[in-house]
């Protein structure tokens, strides 16, 4: 579904030199130009990263209807926004999710205005879900400071973060699905997630730039022994 909505043939829009800096134009240019930013803007979705969500959910059919779902780094919604369709909400399921901008509200679905790094947080998601989750999805991303090891570091303890919330949150059987940009520390992450899944993916979905180190690791059959 996600790749046929997708147009690659259309004619380049090239922007007029001398109105922007170099590096605005380039970036100008490969919006106007992106099939999945302009699909986004067709179908509704606040962000182009909708189809990657969808994509994954193609491939490891994550989402049921009725599921109490967690979006962690939700801004500017796209994500809650594909959670919503595939769940039935507003009428059935649930989704909370948090990131530290704010999002327009998205009928049905619960928005923390909050920090993955605070101590609280758990506790205020385990208030607001009032049950154990489903599906715990992170798109979180840190500020891109241009300096690649500082991203890579700090994705992966968003990373780290993500899956510790979802140890805290998942129930039996549920899964989750986290950004990371590759590099140090990504196998350390994997190996934690297989003592908590039974099985674990890596997935780059088209719709994810190819010159982007970002992977998605999807962790299914949650297992932690802890469970109470
Ligand atoms: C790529 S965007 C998410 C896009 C979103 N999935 C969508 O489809 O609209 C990454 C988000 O992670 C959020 N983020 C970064 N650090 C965070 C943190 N410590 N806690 C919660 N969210 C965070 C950012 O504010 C940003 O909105």
Same mark, same amino acid.
């Given at each position: 579904?996600?790749?046929?909505?997708?147009?690659?043939?259309?004619?380049?829009?090239?922007?007029?030199?001398?109105?922007?800096?170099?590096?605005?134009?380039?970036?100008?240019?490969?919006?106007?130009?992106?099939?999945?930013?302009?699909?986004?803007?067709?179908?509704?979705?606040?962000?182009?990263?909708?189809?990657?969500?969808?994509?994954?959910?193609?491939?490891?059919?994550?989402?049921?209807?009725?599921?109490?779902?967690?979006?962690?780094?939700?801004?500017?919604?796209?994500?809650? =926004?594909?959670?919503?369709?595939?769940?039935?909400?507003?009428?059935?399921?649930?989704?909370?999710?948090?990131?530290? =901008?704010?999002?327009?509200?998205?009928?049905?679905?619960?928005?923390?205005?909050?920090?993955?790094?605070?101590?609280?947080?758990? *506790?205020?998601?385990?208030?607001?879900?009032?049950?154990?989750?489903?599906?715990?999805?992170?798109?979180?991303?840190?500020?891109?400071?241009?300096?690649?090891? *500082?991203?890579?570091?700090?994705?992966?303890?968003?990373?780290?973060?993500?899956?510790?919330?979802?140890?805290?949150?998942?129930?039996?059987?549920?899964?989750?699905?986290?950004?990371?940009?590759?590099?140090?520390?990504?196998?350390?992450?994997?190996?934690?997630?297989?003592?908590?899944?039974?099985?674990?993916?890596?997935?780059?979905?088209?719709?994810?730039?190819?010159?982007?180190?970002?992977?998605?690791?999807?962790?299914?059959?949650?297992?932690? =022994?802890?469970?109470?």
């Amino acid at each position: 579904m996600a790749n046929n909505l997708i147009n690659n043939s259309r004619v380049k829009v090239k922007v007029k030199k001398g109105a922007k800096s170099v590096s605005s134009r380039r970036w100008l240019e490969r919006q106007l130009n992106d099939p999945y930013v302009i699909a986004a803007k067709n179908d509704g979705y606040r962000s182009r990263s909708a189809y990657k969500l969808i994509e994954i959910n193609e491939k490891y059919n994550l989402f049921k209807k009725g599921q109490a779902v967690v979006d962690l780094g939700s801004a500017p919604g796209g994500w809650s =926004q594909v959670a919503s369709k595939f769940i039935g909400s507003p009428n059935k399921g649930k989704i909370v999710s948090i990131d530290i =901008q704010d999002v327009e509200p998205i009928e049905g679905v619960i928005f923390i205005n909050g920090s993955i790094m605070d101590e609280e947080i758990i *506790t205020v998601i385990k208030q607001k879900l009032a049950s154990k989750a489903d599906l715990i999805i992170s798109d979180m991303a840190p500020h891109a400071s241009g300096h690649k090891s *500082t991203d890579q570091t700090r994705s992966l303890l968003l990373a780290e973060l993500a899956l510790d919330a979802a140890i805290q949150l998942l129930k039996e059987n549920g899964a989750f699905c986290c950004k990371l940009i590759r590099g140090k520390g990504e196998e350390d992450l994997v190996k934690n997630m297989r003592a908590n899944f039974s099985e674990i993916k890596r997935f780059k979905p088209t719709a994810s730039r190819k010159d982007s180190a970002e992977i998605f690791l999807i962790g299914l059959n949650f297992n932690n =022994q802890d469970l109470a």
